[in-house]
């Protein structure tokens, strides 16, 4: 799992949210938040956690990082 924090949700849809991570902006399906994730919908401002695989395939994290 990657936890991302200070993640701000600044759109949302039925199945997705739209937040900005680290200055970049980004869908993340809500199918896609696990346990610990803090955001639930627009305005939210807090951490989430997604599958590794999805963090690195959507350019949330380094490839390198352990």
């Not at 991570?21 to 803090?38: A, F, N, Q, V, Y």
């Amino acid at each position: 799992m990657v936890t991302l924090h200070e993640v701000l949700v600044l759109r949302e849809s039925d199945t997705s949210l739209f937040c900005r991570i680290e200055g970049h902006d980004r869908w993340i399906p809500l199918d896609k938040l696990c346990e610990g994730s803090t955001v639930r919908r627009l305005g939210d401002l807090g951490t989430i956690v997604v599958p590794r695989s999805f963090a690195v395939e959507w350019g949330l994290t380094p490839y390198d990082e352990d």
